[in-house]
């Protein structure tokens, strides 16, 4: 377990709960670091595709994550504020955005080595003056100290949709059809997986998202922490 001390909001939830959108935002007002956790197993998942690696072939894909060089960077940009991922200093966030690579982010995060090389990477974004961190198990197994621990959920229907309005929104071409086959897939892998499953902390706040807006869930997440007490820089 992580011995700093720097305050730690952990947003974890299924893919197209809200969790990345809602990250990003606070990490921005906050003016705190921001990790998605989702993305470094994507990075792993798209240099393994790019390699021609199997993914099924565990010591390859674990060498693959403990190498990663990866920067997360989040801007204003003509959608609102957006999360900027770096493999080798060059900015691959469109090619982390398409099905395949978030199918392979899946299927590696299944195995143990690869999550035991990346767990100390993921601690590391914890500094001054604090980390919103999104993923599958930030509040249960990176981050179990955490000041404050969300656990976002929504249907499956619900998911497909955003993701791919969100697909479309950014010009790329997408199937509502395949987008939920593949969400359905990837709830049943992380949560049936034996490490690391994604399921709630025993102390997480859990928001069904379903029928809320981004900028629902973010205020409801703000008033959160405001009754945590966390000193949160630019919180009024």
């Given at each position: 377990?992580?011995?700093?001390?720097?305050p730690v909001?952990?947003?974890?939830g299924?893919?197209?709960?809200g969790?990345?959108?809602?990250g990003?935002?606070?990490?921005?007002?906050?003016?705190?670091?921001f990790?998605?956790?989702?993305?470094?197993?994507?990075?792993?998942?798209?240099?393994?595709?790019?390699?021609?690696?199997?993914?099924d072939s565990?010591?390859?894909?674990?060498n693959?994550?403990?190498?990663?060089?990866?920067?997360?960077?989040v801007k204003?940009?003509?959608?609102?504020?957006?999360g900027?991922?770096?493999?080798?200093?060059q900015?691959?966030?469109?090619?982390l955005?398409t099905?395949?690579?978030?199918?392979?982010?899946?299927?590696?995060a299944q195995?143990?080595?690869?999550?035991?090389?990346l767990?100390?990477r993921?601690?590391a974004?914890?500094?001054?003056?604090?980390?919103?961190?999104?993923?599958?198990?930030?509040g249960?197994v990176?981050?179990?100290?955490?000041q404050?621990?969300?656990?976002?959920t929504a249907?499956a229907?619900i998911?497909?949709e955003?993701?791919?309005?969100?697909?479309?929104?950014?010009?790329?071409?997408?199937?509502?059809?395949?987008i939920?086959a593949d969400?359905?897939?990837?709830?049943?892998?992380?949560?049936?997986?034996?490490?690391?499953?994604?399921i709630p902390?025993?102390d997480a706040?859990i928001?069904?998202?379903?029928?809320?807006?981004?900028?629902?869930?973010?205020?409801k997440?703000?008033?959160?922490?405001?009754?945590?007490?966390?000193?949160?820089g630019?919180l009024?």
């Open positions: 377990m992580t011995i700093d001390l720097s909001i952990t947003i974890d299924p893919g197209g709960s969790k990345g959108t809602v990003q935002r606070l990490a921005w007002r906050f003016g705190w670091e990790l998605d956790s989702g993305a470094l197993y994507r990075l792993v998942g798209l240099c393994a595709l790019g390699r021609d690696i199997k993914l565990v010591r390859e894909i674990a693959i994550a403990r190498n990663l060089e990866a920067q997360f960077a204003e940009g003509d959608f609102g504020t957006e900027i991922i770096l493999l080798e200093d900015d691959v966030s469109s090619k955005r099905e395949d690579c978030a199918s392979a982010a899946s299927q590696v195995y143990d080595d690869v999550r035991q090389a767990l100390e993921q601690r974004f914890r500094v001054e003056p604090g980390l919103v961190a999104d993923g599958r198990d930030m249960t990176v981050f179990p100290d955490a404050l621990k969300v656990f976002l249907s229907e998911r497909a955003r993701r791919f309005k969100q697909l479309k929104t950014k010009g790329m071409s997408a199937s509502l059809s395949a939920l969400i359905q897939a990837r709830d049943y892998r992380d949560t049936h997986r034996s490490v690391s499953p994604l902390a025993d706040v928001l069904d998202t379903t029928l809320m807006s981004v900028d629902d869930v973010e205020q997440v703000l008033e959160l922490a405001k009754s945590r007490f966390l000193q949160l630019g009024s």
